[in-house]
């Protein structure tokens, strides 16, 4: 195994605030849908959908149009967009009429259509290190590990529902982390194995949370009935300085557990885990989060340093940006090792920001980063897309 030299890694993040989804959110569709699309076809989720690799025009199908409350199609892919339908109404009821003119801003692709309900998606994976900030006021402090070429690298400001929203975008609507108005936090980690069953991605669960609840507890009445397809760790915490991390999974019932910390590993003690270096990363916080004096300033600083910062971006599980969430006063900050980016609920705006990360991986087989693994059997990973700005 032998060092290399470091590679640069540019990325512009865009921040596009809108309430309801309108031409911004449509031009981050068009950019980013024939990526999703490839992925969401790929092994062998065309015969789960039941369109071919030409999608609706390849197979023959015959759109129906919209009708009721959705689309409706002929054929084996219309009883597949039909039961995402039903289950995103059965379950997540309050997100429908967002979910029907995201459709119509798609003009209509019974394949997007859905790919949007997120119920049953290809698996997907990303290795991250989250804990909620103990001190007087109360703060979630998150670094998200991934490919970067895979990010959408947006943060969107929203209110579908009525209710003030911001986070990191991911599958076109869902949220890997966010805040909302009431003040309530919530991220996403990997859950170190894979298992996979009938339910959603968890970027949707994450948009559900923040767009029903106002506090911790209500979170974890939403978390504990909400069907997931893969394994997760999620972290939560409100304004009131409370707390929790469930762990999520299609195969077993939700462990609740009052850490304020989370990496990529299952709750019993010595369970195995598909994501090097885990364990070191949940020491490290089990350790930080109760010191003596630790500040907030103190907190995100460790996560920009080794173990709990990846430089592994060749590998796919690089650190993307380590997001710090106030929701005593409603701010949101994405923080690199050279830069920060600030925004409030109150005043969320567009516009952008660039960074260069930096690359000083091993080459060889064997390496990974802390966050995860260079390949991972069952995942289908995105295929990168060329990017424009969303608010072009």
């Not at 060092?3 to 981050?28: C, D, H, I, K």
């Not at 402090?141 to 943060?155: H, K, T």
């Not at 996403?188 to 949370?209: D, E, H, N, Q, S």
């Not at 705006?349 to 064997?366: E, F, I, K, W």
């Amino acid at each position: 195994m032998k060092s290399v030299a470091p590679r640069a890694v540019p990325l512009t993040f865009y921040s596009v605030a809108e309430p309801v989804p309108g031409q911004g959110w449509q031009n981050l569709f068009r950019s980013a849908w024939p990526a999703y699309r490839q992925w969401y076809l790929r092994d062998g989720a065309a015969a789960a959908t039941g369109l071919g690799p030409g999608g609706v025009a390849g197979s023959g199908l015959a759109l129906g149009g919209v009708a009721g409350s959705g689309l409706a199609l002929g054929g084996v892919a219309g009883s597949e967009l039909a039961l995402c339908e039903q289950m995103l109404a059965a379950h997540m009821p309050e997100l429908v009429p967002t979910w029907q003119r995201l459709v119509a801003l798609a003009d209509g692709d019974p394949l997007a259509a859905q790919m949007l309900t997120l119920y049953n998606p290809p698996p997907f994976l990303a290795g991250c290190s989250q804990a909620v900030y103990l001190g007087s006021e109360p703060a979630l402090v998150r670094n998200y590990d991934y490919a970067p070429e895979l990010l959408e690298r947006v943060v969107f400001g929203s209110a579908f529902t009525g209710r003030r929203v911001v986070g990191m975008s991911d599958c076109l609507w869902g949220l890997v982390d966010g805040m909302n108005d009431a003040g309530l936090a919530v991220s996403l980690a990997f859950g170190g194995r894979l298992a996979m069953g009938p339910g959603f991605g968890i970027p949707l669960v994450l948009r559900y949370v923040l767009e029903v609840c106002d506090t911790a507890a209500q979170a974890r009445l939403a978390l504990a009935r909400l069907p997931v397809h893969m394994a997760y760790n999620v972290t939560v915490a409100d304004r009131a300085g409370d707390y929790f991390t469930v762990f999520v999974s299609p195969d077993s019932e939700p462990v609740f557990l009052d850490s304020p910390i989370a990496t990529n590993l299952e709750p019993e003690p010595g369970s195995p885990t598909t994501a090097p270096h885990s364990r070191e990363r949940q020491a490290l916080l089990a350790s930080l989060v109760r010191q003596p004096g630790l500040t907030l300033d103190d907190l995100v600083s460790r996560f920009l340093e080794p173990p709990l910062h990846s430089d592994a971006y060749d590998q796919g599980f690089g650190t993307l940006y380590t997001a710090v969430y106030r929701p005593a006063d409603l701010s949101v900050e994405y923080r690199w090792r050279d830069s920060s980016w600030q925004h409030s609920i109150g005043s969320f705006a567009s516009g952008q920001h660039d960074v260069v990360l930096a690359s000083r991986d091993a080459v060889g087989p064997a390496a990974a980063g802390p966050g995860g693994h260079s390949t991972s059997p069952g995942a289908s990973p995105r295929t990168p897309w060329p990017w424009n700005p969303p608010m072009a």
